[in-house]
């Protein structure tokens, strides 16, 4: 059986992504961080007029969910290896995010580690930038002290109000979750949409 690495550091892969170009006329939603990707390929499937795209740091990740995609005749999904952050830097321009997911991204428990984290104060003012006006930033964890520091994050950028959606009993399931919900693990999860410019 092949070995998955279960972790790499984001703050290890840098490159960049000048050549990417995102269709202009459709709904854009973004995952970081896909793992298998089950939830992408779905809401791919189930929303054919979005375009969908996933970064996922883990280059294997990327290698398994583009075989699954082959057996599929998606045309509304793109799949990247990289860091979340350098692509949302370099790809979507300003204003043009509609919905933005981040699920179960990994905790990096220990202080010194918690550059490595996706959502760092950094992150949230790029993900202001790129998202739309009425944009939606959707998060979810089982682990309540990355949900705290999060939600702590968010409390200081009033321009990101958490609001209640249906969403979370309707659409969301992804690999991580599934195996949570199994465990009995608590699950805290949140949509914030961006309010002002
Ligand atoms: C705990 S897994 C959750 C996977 C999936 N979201 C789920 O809920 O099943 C976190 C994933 O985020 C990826 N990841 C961590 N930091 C990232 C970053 N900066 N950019 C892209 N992916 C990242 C990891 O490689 C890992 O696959």
Redesign the pocket.
Known sequence: MRRVRT??N?LN?IHRFKDVKLPQNQDLDI??????G??LMNWAKNNPDHYVVG????KQ?VVLLEEDLKKNTLNNIAIYH????V?LEDVPLDNSIDRLF?????PWFKSKHHK???ITPAFLTLAHQKLKCNGKLYI?TDVKLLFDDITDLLKSMPAFEPIHDSFWETAYQ????KFSKKDNRDSFVQTYIKNKQ
């Open positions: 972790h790499t984001p892969i995952e970081i961080g896909f793992g298998k089950d939830f970064i996922e740091v883990r990740m990289g860091n979340g952050q692509f981040i699920f179960h991204p990994d490595r984290r996706v979810s992804t690999h991580w979750s």
